[in-house]
């Protein structure tokens, strides 16, 4: 198995982060506007406002992706998770994940949440399998989303 690195967003990575999203998100469903606004402008709609964005590279490629989006104190959104085709079924969502969770503890998380729809559903299995909890989602937080779910870090 090839190993999984992990590492922080740097400006010039920010190209895969837009790309491997936009992949997946055109593939699945349609680009919302505010897709647009945070995958081409992460530095200002995800880090300086206290999230985090970072990557997992395998054999010196970023093959994943996955962001934090802080809500309130100690509490963040665990949003744009995208992993290359060819990487699918190696575990980088898993890791991703796991470190996005580390990211948000050591930033005083305490809750985490994302968004997703029903029809993807290995993320959801990996989701649940970590340990998150369906919980009834608020009205128009995109239009693809009709499940929520959380875990307590």
Same mark, same amino acid.
């Given at each position: ?56 590279? /395998?054999?010196?490629?970023? !093959? ?5 989006? #802080?809500?309130?104190?100690? $509490?963040?959104?665990?949003? +744009? @998770? ?24 050591? /930033?005083?998380?305490?809750? !985490? ?5 029903? #029809?993807?559903?290995?993320? $959801?299995?990996?989701?649940? +399998? @970590? ?23």
């Amino acid at each position: 198995m090839e190993a999984i690195r992990i590492i922080p967003f740097q400006p010039s990575l920010q190209p895969y982060f837009e790309s491997i999203n936009k992949a997946w998100i055109s593939e699945h469903f349609t680009i919302e506007p505010i897709d647009k606004e945070v995958l081409e402008r992460p530095q200002e709609n995800l880090l300086d406002k206290g999230g985090a964005v970072i990557f997992a590279v /395998m054999e010196e490629e970023i !093959v994943g992706t996955v962001a934090l989006k #802080k809500h309130a104190e100690g $509490i963040y959104e665990m949003t +744009k @998770m995208g992993v290359v085709p060819a990487s699918q079924g190696k575990k980088v969502g898993w890791a991703l994940a796991l470190a996005i969770l580390e990211v948000a503890k050591g /930033m005083g998380g305490h809750k !985490v949440v994302l968004y997703s729809s029903r #029809k993807l559903t290995p993320a $959801i299995n990996m989701y649940r +399998k @970590m340990g998150f909890q369906e919980v009834v989602p608020e009205a128009g937080k995109y239009a693809r989303c009709d499940i929520k779910m959380e875990i307590d870090l």
